[in-house]
């Protein structure tokens, strides 16, 4: 599987960003996938994910309500809508997927994408 993330870029606070993570190679629709950042100087963190079975999603505390994790099986793309930005949601936003369940741990994914930069100022 090959993920190709892409949408990031330079917002103010309070603006929205809709981040895509394109695949290829496998069954889509069997994949769970997440999306992970990393700010500088910090551990990646768990954003969202969405099982491949039901479409169930899951979020972080600090987007939940903001953020909205979708994918099209048809197009083989996973999204990350994101409004109402903050400048702590500054960070490079990856993409993860793997054939089991959807998870929170990155350890969990198997395949990741390159990352995407994402800066919100204020």
């Known amino acids: 599987v090959q993920l190709q993330a892409s949408g990031g870029g330079l917002v103010q606070a309070g603006d929205s960003l809709k981040l895509s993570c394109a695949a290829s190679?496998?069954?889509?629709?069997?994949?769970?996938m997440g999306w992970f950042r990393r700010a500088p100087g910090k551990e990646r963190e768990f954003v969202a994910a969405?099982?491949?079975?039901?479409?169930?999603?899951y979020y972080s505390g600090s987007v939940k309500g903001r953020f909205t994790i979708s994918k099209d099986n048809p197009k083989n793309t996973l999204y990350l809508q994101m409004n109402s930005l903050k400048p702590e949601d500054t960070a490079v936003y990856y993409c993860?997927?793997?054939?089991?369940?959807?998870?929170?741990?990155?350890?969990?994914?198997?395949?990741w994408g390159q990352g995407t930069q994402v800066t919100v100022s204020s």
């Open positions: 969405i099982s491949w079975r039901w479409s169930s999603t």
């Open positions: 190679g496998r069954t889509f629709s069997n994949l769970a």
């Open positions: 993860a997927a793997d054939f089991s369940r959807a998870g929170t741990a990155p350890d969990h994914y198997t395949y």
